[in-house]
């Protein structure tokens, strides 16, 4: 099985709920860097430095590059190192990032290591899952609507397309329906992740 597991979708596709499941399943660090950065954000000892690039963030625009790969790439030589395998939720966001990302593994030995796992959705399908989740009392402190309006077109499919071309150049994407439910989803994902093919 592959030590890199990339998970791609639109906010509000599971890739966080998906990606729980396959580090709970196999032993993989999970790895978000929305999380790493809300680490950092309540982290007394940040440098101010640090801090101060997170502005981008509340404003659901995307953090710098620099910022990204210094907290993900330390967490995820980390853990290849030591042999755990990594599951990547939201790592990627642009083209320059899944470059830089693609460098940084083959830098480390690891460019046959990756596999990419998009769960698809459409726009209209992400508006309606991010307000179902400020109704359920689970929405977060950037999920109000105009955040949301800006997370869609600046992480939606648009931005979506060109890394998904990417990946398949590389001969490393598969895509599974996001609409299914979540063990449906999951069943997928599974049969990606443990044979490199859906059935
Ligand atoms: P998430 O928890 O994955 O929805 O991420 C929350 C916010 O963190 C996003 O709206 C972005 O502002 C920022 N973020 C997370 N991952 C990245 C990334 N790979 N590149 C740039 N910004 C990111």
Same mark, same amino acid.
């Given at each position: 099985?592959?030590?890199?597991?990339?998970?791609?979708?639109?906010p509000?596709s599971?890739?966080?709920?998906?990606?729980?499941?396959i580090?709970?399943?196999?032993?993989?660090?999970?790895?978000?860097?929305?999380?790493l950065?809300r680490?950092?954000?309540?982290?007394?000892?940040?440098?101010?430095?640090?801090?101060?690039?997170?502005?981008?963030?509340?404003?659901?625009?995307?953090v710098?590059?620099e910022?990204?790969?210094?907290?993900?790439?330390?967490e995820?030589? #980390?853990?290849?190192?030591?042999?755990?395998?990594?599951?990547l939720?939201?790592a990627?966001?642009?083209?320059a990032?899944?470059?830089?990302?693609?460098?940084f593994f083959?830098e480390?030995?690891?460019?046959?290591?990756?596999?990419?796992?998009?769960i698809?959705?459409?726009?209209?399908?992400?508006m #309606?899952?991010?307000?179902?989740?400020?109704?359920?009392?689970?929405g977060?402190?950037?999920d109000?609507?105009?955040?949301?309006?800006r997370? =869609?077109?600046?992480?939606?499919n648009?931005?979506l397309?060109?890394?998904?071309e990417?990946?398949?150049?590389?001969? =490393?994407?598969?895509?599974?329906?996001?609409?299914?439910?979540?063990?449906?989803?999951?069943?997928?994902?599974?049969k990606?992740?443990?044979?490199?093919?859906r059935?």
């Amino acid at each position: 099985m592959k030590k890199i597991i990339i998970l791609l979708g639109v906010p509000g596709s599971g890739k966080g709920t998906q990606a729980k499941k396959i580090a709970e399943r196999y032993g993989y660090r999970h790895i978000s860097t929305g999380e790493l950065l809300r680490t950092l954000e309540s982290d007394p000892s940040a440098s101010a430095d640090d801090k101060a690039k997170l502005a981008e963030m509340k404003g659901g625009k995307l953090v710098s590059d620099e910022l990204i790969y210094k907290l993900a790439f330390a967490e995820i030589k #980390k853990n290849v190192q030591a042999d755990t395998g990594v599951v990547l939720d939201g790592a990627i966001r642009s083209v320059a990032q899944a470059v830089g990302y693609q460098k940084f593994f083959m830098e480390h030995g690891w460019g046959g290591e990756a596999v990419v796992i998009e769960i698809a959705l459409s726009d209209s399908d992400i508006m #309606k899952r991010l307000a179902q989740r400020v109704e359920s009392g689970a929405g977060r402190a950037d999920d109000t609507e105009a955040v949301m309006k800006r997370r =869609i077109e600046q992480q939606g499919n648009i931005a979506l397309a060109p890394i998904r071309e990417y990946y398949k150049q590389l001969g =490393i994407w598969q895509a599974v329906d996001g609409t299914a439910d979540i063990p449906s989803v999951s069943a997928e994902i599974q049969k990606i992740s443990e044979f490199g093919v859906r059935s």
